[in-house]
C-alpha cells in the first residue's frame, strides 16, 4: 500500500498510527501542502484526490481512498485484529462520537487551507488567526475532556486498556495544539491518554518529527 501523506497533516498522522497498530506494510509518498503552492493542487495528484486533501491510501490492489475516517474504517473492516473499535454497538457509537468530534468539529476549524484563507483572502492579522486556533482548539478538546473524565469507559486510553480510534484522532490533534502553544493545563485525561499513546511505538513512530519529509 501506498500511503499520500503530510508530515504535519493531523488527517495523515491518524492514518498513519492506524496503520502502524495494525501492524501493515505500507510506504509514504511525501505531498508537500506549501511547496510551489502545494503540491496536492498538482493536476497528477487531483487524479488520485478530486479535492487536493491528503491524506490518499492506494491499496494493494490499486484503489485510491480519500477521508482518513473512511480510510480507517477500510482498514478496520479488512484487517480485523487488533480491533480499534469494540464489539459492543453502544460503545462503538461512543468511541465513533469522540473521534468525530475531534475530526468534523474541531479540525475543520485548525485546518491549514482554512487559516491561509484567513490571512490570504480576509486579511486577518497572523495575531488574530492564532487566537482564532488557539479559540477553538481549547473549546473543542475541553468539551472531549470533558466526556472523557466523566465516563466510566475511559482507561489507559480513550477506551478501556487499549488504543483505538479515539486515540488515533487525540494524538495528532494535541500534538496541533502544543505546537500552536495552546493551553491544555485544565485537561488532565488527555495529557495523561495522550502520554500514554506516545510511549507506543506505533504512535511514535507515526510522529510528524519521524516522518522522512519532516521539516
Request: with cysteine.
Given at each position: 500500500?501506498?500511503?499520500?501523506?503530510?508530515?504535519?497533516?493531523?488527517?495523515?498522522?491518524?492514518?498513519?498510527?492506524?496503520?502502524?497498530?495494525?501492524?501493515?506494510?505500507?510506504?509514504?509518498?511525501?505531498?508537500?501542502l506549501?511547496?510551489d503552492?502545494?503540491?496536492?493542487?498538482?493536476?497528477?495528484?487531483?487524479?488520485?484526490?478530486?479535492?487536493?486533501?491528503?491524506p490518499?491510501?492506494?491499496?494493494?490492489?490499486?484503489?485510491?481512498?480519500?477521508?482518513s475516517?473512511?480510510?480507517?474504517?477500510?482498514?478496520?473492516?479488512?484487517?480485523?485484529t487488533?480491533?480499534?473499535?469494540?464489539?459492543?454497538?453502544?460503545?462503538?457509537?461512543?468511541v465513533r462520537?469522540?473521534?468525530?468530534?475531534i475530526?468534523?468539529?474541531?479540525?475543520?476549524?485548525?485546518?491549514?487551507?482554512?487559516?491561509?484563507?484567513?490571512?490570504?483572502?480576509?486579511?486577518?492579522?497572523?495575531?488574530?488567526?492564532?487566537?482564532?486556533?488557539?479559540?477553538?482548539?481549547?473549546?473543542?478538546?475541553?468539551?472531549?475532556?470533558?466526556?472523557?473524565?466523566?465516563?466510566?469507559r475511559?482507561?489507559?486510553?480513550?477506551?478501556?486498556?487499549?488504543?483505538?480510534?479515539?486515540?488515533?484522532?487525540?494524538?495528532?490533534?494535541?500534538?496541533?495544539?502544543e505546537?500552536?502553544?495552546?493551553?491544555?493545563?485544565?485537561?488532565?485525561?488527555?495529557?495523561?491518554?495522550?502520554?500514554?499513546?506516545?510511549?507506543?511505538e506505533?504512535?511514535?513512530?507515526?510522529?510528524p518529527?519521524?516522518?522522512?519529509?519532516?521539516?
Amino acid at each position: 500500500m501506498k500511503l499520500y501523506s503530510y508530515f504535519r497533516s493531523s488527517a495523515s498522522y491518524r492514518v498513519r498510527i492506524a496503520l502502524n497498530l495494525k501492524g501493515l506494510t505500507y510506504e509514504t509518498v511525501p505531498v508537500h501542502l506549501l511547496k510551489d503552492g502545494g503540491e496536492q493542487l498538482t493536476p497528477a495528484y487531483r487524479q488520485l484526490s478530486q479535492d487536493g486533501l491528503v491524506p490518499v491510501l492506494v491499496t494493494n490492489d490499486g484503489q485510491s481512498l480519500t477521508q482518513s475516517l473512511a480510510i480507517i474504517d477500510y482498514l478496520e473492516e479488512t484487517c480485523a485484529t487488533p480491533a480499534l473499535l469494540p464489539s459492543d454497538p453502544l460503545d462503538r457509537a461512543w468511541v465513533r462520537s469522540l473521534a468525530l468530534s475531534i475530526a468534523c468539529d474541531i479540525h475543520p476549524l485548525n485546518n491549514l487551507r482554512v487559516l491561509r484563507y484567513l490571512v490570504n483572502e480576509m486579511a486577518v492579522p497572523e495575531e488574530a488567526k492564532n487566537r482564532w486556533y488557539k479559540h477553538w482548539v481549547e473549546q473543542g478538546l475541553m468539551s472531549v475532556e470533558q466526556v472523557l473524565a466523566a465516563d466510566a469507559r475511559t482507561g489507559r486510553y480513550c477506551f478501556g486498556e487499549l488504543p483505538g480510534l479515539a486515540d488515533c484522532c487525540l494524538v495528532p490533534q494535541v500534538a496541533n495544539a502544543e505546537r500552536m502553544g495552546c493551553d491544555l493545563s485544565a485537561m488532565p485525561t488527555i495529557l495523561r491518554i495522550n502520554a500514554a499513546c506516545l510511549a507506543l511505538e506505533a504512535f511514535a513512530a507515526a510522529s510528524p518529527a519521524r516522518q522522512a519529509d519532516a521539516e
